[in-house]
C-alpha cells in the first residue's frame, strides 16, 4: 500500500524528494545513476548550475521553477551572464554578476550540475570569502526584447557608473564622494 510522505532519501545516497508518494519509487531509484553533486536535494526556488551545451559557456545558472521526477525534468528560469545579453559586459559588471532573465525551459534533470547560490549585491558584498558558487543579481534582462528592465541602481563615482564588487573604491574624507580607483581612470 503507498503512503504519503512528505520527502524520501534513497537509500546509500543523499539525494532527498520531497512531497511525492512512494508509488513513485522507480522515479527515484533511476536518480541513483545521476551525475549530481553531494547535495543532491532540489527544491522549487532553488539556485543550479545547468550544463549546456555552448563551448563558450559550459555552465549557467537558473533558478528551479519545479520538478518533475517521474519524468526526470526540470523547470527553470535562466540567469544570463552579461557578456551573453545583446549590451554585453560592461565594466561596471562584476565578474560573478548574472542578470535575472524572463527565459523559462525544461531540461532533464541529468544537466543539474549542482547548487549554487545568488544574491543580492547587498549580500553578496558580505559574504567573506565568495565561494565558487556564489553569485549576486541587481538587474532583470528582457530576452525577448534583448533589454535590460528598467532599474534604478546607485552610482558611486564621478564617472556615473554602477558599482563593481570588484574594483577598489575610496572615499573622500572631505565630500564623502566614492571614487573607482582603475585603469578605467587613468
Request: hydrophobic share 30%; proline share 3%; glycine share 4%.
Amino acid at each position: 500500500m503507498a503512503q504519503n510522505v512528505n520527502s524520501y532519501t534513497i537509500n546509500d545516497t543523499n539525494i532527498v524528494i520531497k512531497g511525492m508518494t512512494c508509488l513513485f519509487y522507480i522515479a527515484y531509484c533511476v536518480l541513483i545513476s545521476c551525475k549530481h553533486s553531494k547535495s543532491s536535494h532540489y527544491d522549487f526556488g532553488d539556485y543550479v548550475r545547468i550544463s549546456t551545451d555552448d563551448p563558450k559557456t559550459s555552465t549557467s545558472v537558473a533558478q528551479v521553477e519545479s520538478l518533475d521526477v517521474e519524468r526526470q525534468m526540470v523547470r527553470i528560469r535562466w540567469y544570463y551572464l552579461p557578456e551573453e545579453t545583446k549590451q554585453g559586459r560592461r565594466i561596471f559588471h562584476g565578474i560573478k554578476e548574472v542578470l535575472l532573465s524572463n527565459h523559462y525551459d525544461v531540461r532533464s534533470i541529468h544537466t543539474i550540475q549542482g547548487k549554487c547560490v545568488v544574491y543580492s549585491l547587498e549580500n553578496y558584498m558580505n559574504l567573506k570569502p565568495v565561494g565558487v558558487d556564489d553569485y549576486f543579481c541587481r538587474y532583470e534582462y528582457n530576452c525577448v526584447e534583448k533589454c535590460v528592465v528598467d532599474a534604478f541602481v546607485d552610482v558611486d563615482c564621478d564617472c556615473e557608473m554602477p558599482y563593481n564588487p570588484d574594483l577598489f573604491m575610496v572615499q573622500c574624507d572631505g565630500c564623502k564622494g566614492r571614487y573607482i580607483l582603475s585603469k578605467y581612470h587613468q
